[in-house]
Each structure stands twice: as C-alpha cells, then as structure tokens.
C-alpha cells in the first residue's frame, strides 16, 4: 500500500478547514514589501513566517545576514538525529523594488493578485501549511525534514547558495517552491545562465572634432552586442540577451564610457565553458582603437538537467497527483532557480511545485486560487511518499 494512503482523508480534512487561513496568511505576507534589496521587509517576512511555526514540532534559526535581508532555516524534530533529510526551500524576495506602488493585494472568484503571489510567496504557504498538516499527524517526528526560506533568489543567491548547498548535501532529496506551470506542470530540468556586466571605456571629446577614429565607448560597445547577439543558437537552446545598456552624456560628447548587462542561458554544463571563452575573446577583441573592457560576471547558475533521480521524484509525484484527479505533466523550464544549485550536488530534486500562476515579475502576477489547495495536498503527501520510498534513490 502506498504510505501516503493511509493519511490522505486526514491531510485533505485538515487543509480543506485551513483553506481560509492560508489565504489570510497570504495576503499578509504579501502586504510586507520584500524587495531583494529591502533587507527591513525581508527580515519582517523571516519573523512573521517563523512566527507562523511557533506551535509546531519544528526549530527555527534566523541567520543574520549584515547587507542582504536574513534567512530562515525550519527543522522539524526528527531531522537533528536523523543521518539523512528532507530540504524544501522558497525564497522570500521579490523583483519589486521598495518604492513601487505595487504593494497590494487583491482577488476574485478565480484568482489572487499581488507581488509575489505566484514568484513565491505563494509557494512558501504552500510549503508552511504542509508542514502544519504533518504537524497534526505527528509525522514531523518522524520525517526529518530542513526548510530553507532564502532572502536573494531574485539576484542570484548570492548570500544563500552555500546554506542551501549545504542542507542539499545531507538531503536524500529536495523539493522547490516556485510556482507550477499553467498547464499543472511540475519541473524536472532547467536551463543554466550567466549574466556578465561589460564596461567600456573610450576617451571623451567635443563630437564637432570627431575623425573616423573617434574612442567612442559607445561605438566599442555596439560592436559587441552584435558579436555577443551572434551567439545565440537556438538549436542547442543557447539564448543571448543584452538586455540593458547605457553610456555617454549626450550627442555632443565622444562617449568616455558603456555599460551593458547581458544574459546567456545554456542547457548542456559543456557549452558555459564555451561561453565563458568567447566572452573574453569578444571582451578583449578591440575594434575601436584608444578603448578597453572589462568583465564582470554578476550571476550564474550551472543547469538543473533531467536526471534519473528527478524524474523519479516526479513520477512519485505524479502517480500522487493523478490519484487525486489532478495530473499533473513534467516541464523543463528556460528560467533558473535555487533548484539548480541542488541539482549541480547531484541530488534528486524536483521545483515548480508552488501554486499555479502567471506573468510573474509584472504588475499583473495572478495565482489561481483553487491550485493554492491543491498543491498543498499534493506536496504533503508527495513528502510522505518520496521520504518512505527514499532508500531508493
């Protein structure tokens, strides 16, 4: 008999009479701005999430962190003795800076909308309320179970990859939050990415002097956008985007400097290297003479690719999800997450496991309503399944 069979009336009973509060709680930590940058409202998300467990058979560590917002570590009482665990993790940042006026939340019969809804507060009641329903069946003694509620996935996790690498080391497997695809998708592979800043320095003069060998920054800098466009091969899913550039102080003036921020994603770990290389063959190639540039790599994460652990996590989840009526699919997703920081350990691990939504990182960020439930159930059980079955990954 499947494990998770012998709990689901409970789980189902328990969450359905808790439908209610997850939303209240939702809208609550919805209303405290958590900005990357916004170290205040994320320290406020910590506490008030880690409040929400002050009743459950679990540890909370708020890690301080000096410039970024803290992090949130959630232990349920099995995990201290226990050789291996479970890790779940969700991040509390949002891309909306702390003056936007984006800083509501509303709903209709069908949908709920605000910042981070879907990308991922959502995710993370998700992943609360589950723990709340093993609470209930006193399973959080029995299933060693780590929660990492990271502060700085939307810039990269700089200031959190090593804590989540950490637990991903001592986890049989582990299970991302971020929001489900439209069509009830769950993500077993992403690709990599690398974002690089280029800076450019020319020489500045009036432009009514300019000769064919003017050291226009600029000029330099439009040289190599084309080159940098010209990598894009879309058979091998490698994408190039130079996505933001400024430079000069006006038409009058030889431009003294550009700055271009740009974004590669890859699917085969083989290509970044290759990618890597022509960064700095294009970087150090000079067109225009009396300019030079500079590289800053800003971010990267190496892919998520669909091994034989994920999929056999998904296929867990999946015969769970179909039980239920509510099958879901397998995706392999463009965008990145912490969940290819886990993968990279070589442990099984499986995202997109939050509720259901869309146009994330925009004013229109919308959660369907019903999914929020569902979902909840879903990895509920998943945990219990995956974690009796886990001797065989």
Not at 118 to 145: E, H, N, Q, R, S
Not at 244 to 263: C, H, L, R
Request: contains cysteine; negative net charge; hydrophobic residues 40%.
């Amino acid at each position: 008999m499947k494990k998770y069979l012998t709990y689901l009336e409970d789980i189902e009973s328990f969450l359905i009479s808790k439908n209610p509060d997850m939303f209240a709680f939702l809208e609550e930590i919805i209303k405290i701005q958590s900005g990357s940058y916004n170290k205040a409202g994320i320290d406020r998300t910590a506490s008030t999430i880690a409040h929400a467990f002050q009743t459950l058979d679990v540890s909370t560590e708020i890690i301080e962190q000096r410039l970024q917002g803290n992090n949130l570590v959630v232990r349920s009482s099995a995990q201290p003795s226990a050789p291996k665990q479970v890790l779940l993790v969700g991040h509390m940042d949002t891309v909306f800076p702390e003056d936007t006026d984006f800083n509501w939340y509303k709903a209709d019969n069908d949908k709920c909308y605000g910042p981070g809804v879907v990308d991922m507060k959502g995710g993370l009641v998700v992943g609360i309320y589950a723990l709340k329903a093993l609470d209930t069946l006193g399973l959080l003694k029995k299933i060693p179970i780590t929660f990492v509620f990271n502060s700085d996935e939307e810039i990269g996790s700089r200031g959190s990859v090593e804590l989540i690498q950490k637990e991903a080391n001592s986890s049989v497997f582990a299970m991302v939050l971020e929001a489900g695809g439209l069509d009830n998708e769950i993500v077993t592979g992403r690709k990599g990415n690398l974002t690089i800043e280029l800076h450019i320095e020319g020489k500045a003069g009036h432009a009514a002097f300019a000769s064919k060998d003017k050291p226009s920054a600029i000029l330099e800098m439009a040289h190599k956008i084309i080159e940098f466009e010209s990598l894009n091969d879309f058979s091998k899913g490698i994408t190039i985007n130079v996505g933001k550039i400024d430079g000069g102080i006006g038409s009058n003036t030889i431009a003294e400097f550009s700055n271009a921020q740009v974004d590669f994603r890859f699917v085969d770990p083989s290509d970044l290297k290759v990618l890597e290389e022509k960064v700095f063959e294009i970087a150090n190639s000079v067109v225009v003479p009396g300019t030079q540039c500079r590289v800053d790599v800003i971010t990267g994460r190496p892919p998520m690719q669909q091994s034989p652990g994920n999929r056999k996590l998904f296929e867990i989840t999946a015969d769970i999800a179909k039980g239920m009526q509510y099958p879901v699919k397998e995706q392999f997703r463009f965008g990145v997450s912490d969940a290819n920081f886990i993968a990279d350990l070589n442990v099984p691990v499986i995202d997109g496991l939050g509720p259901i939504g869309a146009r994330d990182h925009s004013r229109d960020e919308y959660m369907i309503k019903d999914s929020l439930l569902q979902r909840t159930i879903l990895l509920t059980c998943s945990i219990i399944e995956c974690w009796d079955r886990s001797d065989s990954f």
